[in-house]
């Protein structure tokens, strides 16, 4: 059974840092294209980050290029968002997913598991 457990959300100032964890459990996760998506309140489901198996192919969201960090360890089955210089529209529930066929583009349909969420507040 496939889980993906996420930590590190919180409530941070307008500014700050964090560093969003997703652990993977239930197979080998080194292989696959891991990515990150959030939503805010009546807003849809937006692509963030995606990183395949190296750091040779990542991709960003325009809105938060130059300000967010996707890697990944694959002995720890971890994928990582570092999220620095956080605006309040950022606030959103943070999820990270795992897609089995590596496959291309940014749509949240292209990712097989899903984790159960957690919460990134910035306030201003």
């Known amino acids: 059974q496939v889980q993906l457990v996420e930590t590190g959300g919180g409530l941070v100032p307008a500014g700050g840092s964090l560093r969003l964890s997703c652990a993977a459990s239930?197979?080998?996760?080194?292989?696959?294209?891991m990515g990150w998506f959030r939503q805010a309140p009546v807003k849809e489901r937006e692509f963030v980050a995606a990183m395949r198996r190296s750091s040779a192919s990542i991709s960003y969201a325009d809105s938060v290029k130059g300000r967010f960090t996707i890697s990944r360890d694959n002995a720890k089955n971890t994928v990582y968002l570092q999220m620095d210089s956080l605006d309040p529209e950022d606030t959103a529930v943070y999820y990270c997913?795992?897609?089995?066929?590596?496959?291309?583009?940014?749509?949240?349909?292209?990712?097989?598991?899903w984790g159960q969420g957690t919460q990134v507040t910035v306030s201003s």
């Open positions: 997913a795992l897609d089995t066929l590596n496959r291309y583009g940014y749509s949240w349909g292209n990712y097989d598991y």
């Open positions: 239930g197979l080998t996760f080194s292989g696959y294209r």
